[in-house]
């Protein structure tokens, strides 16, 4: 079966600092990956998606960046955080459709 | 992808059947309905997904009329633990992009004893 992994769970940063989060696939090659954003209380931004290595595409102008190293990993990142960047972000993956999407268990980030 | 409406949230008790509606009045002849369930402090599941008439799974039922206007997510007999927040999304799953994909704010359903 599949598995999503993002790590970590959780995450408290300074402005300004750097910013990597991961999300790695399991049991499924050539899937779609997306990740999101979500503020409190609030709906899902898609924020990129990939549909192979390499192939990124932004959904929103951000300080953020994303890439695509390997099938099954997808990279979340950011070269100085501001506080606008605190939310929950999700990972999510799909095969047949991107309506059908699969999600990771998600990073709370906090930029102090 | 088609524009969908729900309620911002709904109440309900333990063992009652729950009935979400979602609008979707510009839905497009290719397009299938899909709902997903989110917990606090995790990403969305997958619940159901279907084109018309009725689909049942394991989970929920979902119904949809011949218009395809509107669709209806039903919970059976609700638990405290079918507190969540569902939304309700619409698009070709054929071709659609994954840039169309909008998850609105969802409604917040919440079961009491």
């Known amino acids: 079966s599949q598995t999503i992994h993002q790590w970590p769970a959780t995450l408290v940063q300074p402005v300004g600092s750097p910013l990597s989060l991961e999300c790695t696939v399991e049991g499924t090659s050539n899937p779609n990956l997306y990740w999101y954003r979500q503020a409190a209380g609030r709906g899902l931004q898609l924020l990129f998606y990939s549909v192979g290595i390499g192939q990124i595409s932004s959904e929103v102008p951000q300080n ?14 950011s070269k100085k955080l501001l506080l606008s ?11 047949r459709d991107p309506e059908t999407q699969y999600f990771g268990p998600g990073t709370r980030l906090l930029v102090l | 992808l088609a524009k969908t409406t729900q309620p911002i949230s709904m109440d309900s008790y333990e063992g009652q059947e729950v009935n979400i509606t979602c609008s979707h009045n510009n839905i497009a002849t290719n397009d299938y309905i899909t ?5 606090p402090s995790q990403g969305p599941r997958f619940i159901i ?4 008439t009725k689909v049942t799974n394991e989970v929920a039922s979902l119904f949809i009329p011949a218009d395809r206007k509107s669709s209806t997510l039903s919970l059976p007999r609700v638990s405290l633990s079918d507190t969540a927040v569902y939304y309700c999304l619409v698009g070709d799953v054929s071709r659609s992009s994954a840039s169309k994909i909008i998850f609105g704010s969802g409604t917040r359903l919440s079961i009491r004893p």
């Open chain 1, 64 to 77: 953020l960046s994303a890439s695509r190293p390997q099938d099954r990993q997808f990279i979340l990142s």
């Open chain 1, 85 to 95: 960047d605190s939310g929950f972000y999700l990972c999510a993956w799909s095969i």
């Open chain 2, 35 to 39: 709902w997903y369930q989110q917990f």
């Open chain 2, 49 to 52: 997904q279907g084109y018309k």
